[in-house]
């Protein structure tokens, strides 16, 4: 983030498809120069909301500031918002060149200057050699990036983009994902992205917006969405996790509580301030669970016990293990692949240990 | 280049209509030409010794003017279809797919009618006691407007005909651009009308070609509609062949009107595909 000052600010945003299906309201703010990505799974409202500040669709409620300027009832071309297309929706009738020249010559720029904006903008894109080619004749990569180039030659306040890696292959998506982080620093542009795809959104944002059925579940950094999930759906959605429905056991005279699982795990938590319901979700994540070996003496540990392995994934980096905790309560536990875990094989019994501060209590 | 193993069995594909249309077009068709260099016998209606007369009579005045008057009166069915059926194939396009059933069942649902019972149809609208007239009649006109029998009348009948053959090739030439280049080109600056000037026109041009040959081809060799709702005098060439077929019984004569009628056509129409096809190649390869 640049500065403390909004980019664009999004107020009670409604929309009503019919009365079954609405988006919103929704209410946001993105700074100036910051990347924000609005998270979550298809139907939740996330790509409406970006076709509503790119003006193809109206709002029934709500406005939309970009600037401090009123953005809704501007007809599309006059916005100032530049959006990048999950299908690129390049022109296939013309060529790179007159693709990312389109928008200047509709703003009558003089020949010279058209020439000098779109070579530079090819550099910057890091295809110079391409502007006499047509679409068809490109990688999907590369129609990306005219399509980036296309939108960012207009020096546009704000950049919308929509789904543009879903297209891409995985190794050319994460190659992007970088390029296009970098170029979003690098301009200090303002952009909102849509996706669904929590790993893209972690590497991607300075914040998260997670939608679920057209609300705001939580907007935080990456960290915060990832660590303090405010509900069970935004911990389900980021990451993979555990969670574990539970009642208070004793609510305890110190600084934790004992909770027990329904399947029977006892688990000592960080104390919770409101447990008037008496049933949560205790958030676990895989990666949190530590190998209690034999030789490790630190019996301190507050939550250890025994589980019996059922399957063993192996992904090279981690394994991922399927277990069974105190016979009945199962879990996802991720390990680091080593000398000692490699040996673990299917109806082994192992003792695990995680830390009551990695354990986290969702109240919904 | 998966396709290549079948391409050895293509006989068996195409050859059966291959030889239908051997025998009942192309076989006929070289008849007709023959006869175009016959001579023209009043007894014997051809006599098989050749001659350039039957065509050289077609530069006099009279046959000229009937092939500009035929000429003309394509392509201003032509232009009127397309400046009428493009908006309509626009929408037709961007529409649901129950509006676009419907839409397409109405402008195809005329094509069931045989073009008689639909000129009859247009004789009873135009007439001089017709819908149009005892309309103007009520409204304080005291003598009706002479609208049918005129090239005016042709041109309606013909593009209310040929009407689908223009809506449906650029229906589907628009339906394939996807609506987020729309989008794209609005959000880049681009106003309704520059943005359809800009994309949607030179995408769809395929189809508005496609659709402007097949109104042209099926209005250069129009005869029922010209016949019954077309003044006697300013026939079109389809009347002309026929007359001298039936009533003149100067078959060399039909003969070399058919063979002129029909390069003309031909010659156009692949003027045409040979042009916008080579944009088409020179945008693809480069």
């Known amino acids: ?364 | 280049m998966q396709r290549r193993p079948h391409s050895r069995y293509w006989a068996l594909f195409v050859g059966p209509y291959g030889a239908y249309l051997l025998v009942f077009l192309v076989l006929p068709f070289v008849n007709v030409a023959l006869l175009s260099v016959y001579l023209h016998s009043p007894t014997k209606i051809a006599v098989e010794e050749f001659t350039a007369t039957n065509y050289a009579k077609l530069w006099e005045v009279y046959y000229a003017t009937l092939f500009l008057r035929t000429l003309r009166l394509s392509l201003v069915v032509t232009v009127v279809c397309a400046v009428l059926g493009y908006p309509v194939a626009y929408f037709l396009a961007r529409s649901t797919s129950r509006i676009m059933t419907l839409g397409l069942f109405l402008l195809i649902m005329p094509l069931l009618v045989s073009t008689v019972i639909r000129v009859f149809g247009w004789l009873v609208i135009l007439g001089s006691e017709g819908l149009v007239n005892q309309g103007l009649r009520l409204l304080g006109a005291r003598e009706g407007m002479r609208l049918l029998h005129t090239e005016g009348a042709v041109i309606i009948g013909l593009t209310q005909q040929t009407m689908p053959f223009m809506v449906l090739p650029i229906m589907a030439a628009i339906e394939r651009i996807s609506p987020s280049l729309e989008e794209a080109a609005r959000n880049l600056g681009a106003t309704w009308g520059q943005m359809f000037v800009r994309t949607i026109l030179p995408l769809s041009m395929p189809g508005l070609v496609s659709g402007s040959l097949l109104v042209f081809s099926v209005s250069m060799s129009a005869f029922v509609t010209p016949a019954l709702m077309g003044g006697r005098r300013e026939r079109m060439v389809g009347q002309q062949i026929y007359e001298e077929v039936l009533t003149a019984y100067n078959w060399p004569g039909a003969a070399s009107l058919t063979i002129v009628l029909s390069v003309l056509v031909l010659g156009l129409v692949s003027l045409a595909l040979w042009a916008t096809g080579r944009r088409a190649r020179l945008e693809i390869s480069r």
């Open chain 1, 1 to 364: 983030m640049t500065g403390a000052k909004v980019g664009l600010e999004v107020r009670g945003l409604t929309k009503r498809f019919s009365p079954q299906v609405t988006v919103g309201p929704l209410s946001f703010e993105v700074m100036e120069g910051e990347f924000f990505s609005l998270l979550g799974p298809s139907g939740c409202g996330k790509t409406t909301t970006l076709r509503c500040i790119a003006g193809f669709e109206e709002p029934s409620e709500g406005s939309i500031l970009l600037g401090g300027q009123r953005l809704d009832g501007r007809p599309p071309h006059r916005r100032d918002v530049g959006l990048v297309f999950q299908t690129y929706a390049l022109f296939p009738h013309l060529t790179v060149f007159d693709n990312i020249a389109f928008g200047l010559r509709l703003r009558k720029f003089s020949k010279a200057e058209i020439e000098r904006r779109v070579s530079r903008m090819l550099e910057l894109v890091d295809l110079p050699n391409l502007s006499e080619r047509y679409p068809a004749q490109l990688s999907g990569g590369q129609q990306q990036r005219v399509a980036i180039a296309r939108s960012l030659v207009l020096e546009p306040s704000l950049l919308l983009f929509d789904e543009p890696l879903s297209n891409l292959d995985l190794k050319l998506r994460v190659q992007m994902r970088y390029e296009l982080r970098d170029l979003q620093k690098r301009l200090g542009k303002t952009a909102v992205y849509v996706t669904h795809d929590q790993t893209e959104a972690l590497a991607l944002s300075d914040r998260i917006g997670v939608l679920s059925q057209g609300r705001i579940e939580q907007i935080g950094t990456p960290s915060e969405i990832y660590e303090w999930p405010a509900s069970a759906f935004v911990a389900d959605f980021i990451g993979s996790s555990n969670l574990l429905k539970a009642r208070v056991r004793s609510a305890g005279t110190g600084a934790d509580t004992a909770m027990e699982t329904e399947h029977g795990l006892v688990l000592t938590v960080p104390r919770v301030a409101d447990l008037s319901g008496g049933t949560v979700t205790l958030l676990l994540r895989p990666e949190r669970f530590q190998m209690a070996t034999a030789g490790n003496g630190d019996t301190s540990a507050a939550n250890r016990f025994t589980a019996r392995v059922r399957d063993v994934t192996y992904l090279g980096e981690d394994l991922h293990l399927r277990v069974l905790a105190s016979e009945r309560q199962p879990l996802l536990v991720s390990i680091k692949n080593s000398k000692g875990t490699r040996a673990i094989v299917p109806g082994d019994a192992i003792d695990l240990a995680i830390d009551p501060e990695d354990i986290h209590v969702l109240l919904r």
